[in-house]
Every structure is written in C-alpha cells, then in structure tokens.
C-alpha cells in the first residue's frame, strides 16, 4: 500500500527507492475503522494524516449542536487542524474516518527530522501546502458565488465519483444543508 505514496511522491520530486524507504521510517501506517476519530476537539493536534486508501473528514459540532464538515480526504490527500498542528494547540474540530481506511501518520518531531534529513520533502510539502490553500480559495468563492443549489450542482458535474462515495448527510454537512434540504434539491433535480 506504501508505493501509493511513492507514486504520488514522484508527482512533485524525484525520489530513489532507498530514500524512500528510509523516509517511510518517519512515518506510521495504520488501519483505521469507519467512524474511527483520529483527533477529537480539545485535544492537541499531533498529526498530520495521508490518506492511503479511503476517506477521512474534519468537522466542528456547532453550537446548535450539529455538525459541520468542513473537509474532505480521499486518496493521496492530507488532512490535520493547521492550525493546530504547527502550534501544538488544542484542536477545536474532530477527524475522523469516513470509510475504512489506510493512512500514514507523521507526528510534528518526525516531520521536523524528515525535512532536515530530506530537503527535497520541503519541496513537496510546499506544494502540497499550496494545492490545499487554493482548493480552500476556491470553496470559498463558490460559498459566496453560487446559490446552494449550483454549488451542489457544481460538486455533482466537477466530482462525480466523490458524491456518489460520500453519504448525502456528510456531502449535506459539507456544503452547509441539511439533509432535508439536499434530499430537496435531488428530488428536484430528478423531475
């Protein structure tokens, strides 16, 4: 499962397989369950989780109680509180498996030591970086461009195999509907 994330490495750097092998050292794999939390508010964020095999999300539980997506992780993704994570915080969001799932863990310290030891891996990770912030510019603008309804119709066209995978209360919770709401709009859009 380990040469995914070679393979996907190999997208931003070149890499031999004797680094890769030992900059797998820095990293744990682990097999997660379907709805297995990860990190849970209030704890200090300590890892930053790639997604192997399955899907990760990342949620708040709002103060009427609900709660409320605010990321997604499928194959070759990352997913951790940012925030959090690089100031060695309390985290005020939730991570947890969508689907059973294989994912690699760094932990900050590792991280540290894996881009001292591997200057290239900075590279990666600042591509990585600016993949993230530009998906999360882009939803912003659609969360203030389209209706809810063409976001959803958006999602559908740009995404299709993603909605398909994801529970409609989860791709609800993600695009700030209730389920009634999204079950609405796919009624709807099948008349």
């Given at each position: 499962?380990?040469?995914?994330?070679?393979?996907?490495?190999?997208?931003?750097?070149?890499?031999?397989?004797?680094?890769f092998?030992e900059?797998?050292?820095?990293f744990e794999?682990?097999?997660?369950?379907?709805?297995?939390?990860?990190?849970?508010?209030?704890?200090?964020?300590?890892?930053?989780?790639?997604?192997?095999?399955?899907?990760?999300?990342k949620?708040?539980?709002?103060?009427?109680g609900?709660?409320?997506t605010t990321e997604?992780?499928?194959e070759?993704?990352?997913?951790?509180?940012?925030?959090?994570y690089?100031?060695?915080?309390?985290t005020?969001f939730?991570?947890?498996?969508v689907?059973?799932?294989?994912?690699?863990?760094?932990?900050?310290?590792?991280?540290?030591?894996?881009?001292?030891?591997?200057?290239?891996?900075e590279?990666?990770?600042r591509?990585?970086?600016?993949r993230?912030?530009?998906?999360?510019?882009?939803?912003?603008?659609?969360?203030?461009d389209?209706?809810?309804?063409?976001f959803?119709?958006?999602?559908?066209k740009?995404?299709?195999?993603?909605?398909?995978?994801?529970?409609?209360?989860?791709?609800?919770?993600?695009?700030?509907?209730?389920?009634?709401?999204?079950?609405?709009i796919?009624?709807?859009?099948?008349?």
């Amino acid at each position: 499962m380990t040469h995914l994330f070679k393979t996907h490495l190999e997208k931003f750097i070149e890499i031999n397989e004797k680094e890769f092998l030992e900059i797998m050292t820095f990293f744990e794999v682990k097999s997660i369950k379907k709805k297995e939390n990860l990190v849970v508010e209030g704890a200090i964020c300590k890892s930053h989780f790639f997604v192997l095999k399955g899907c990760l999300r990342k949620f708040f539980i709002n103060n009427k109680g609900v709660e409320q997506t605010t990321e997604f992780a499928i194959e070759n993704w990352w997913i951790t509180d940012n925030l959090a994570y690089e100031h060695r915080l309390p985290t005020e969001f939730y991570i947890q498996a969508v689907e059973s799932s294989e994912i690699l863990i760094i932990n900050r310290e590792s991280q540290e030591q894996l881009l001292m030891k591997f200057p290239k891996m900075e590279r990666y990770f600042r591509f990585i970086y600016q993949r993230a912030y530009a998906a999360a510019q882009v939803r912003m603008k659609y969360l203030y461009d389209f209706t809810k309804e063409e976001f959803y119709d958006h999602l559908c066209k740009s995404q299709p195999e993603f909605v398909q995978r994801i529970p409609q209360y989860l791709i609800a919770s993600f695009l700030g509907f209730t389920p009634e709401y999204l079950s609405e709009i796919r009624n709807k859009n099948r008349s």
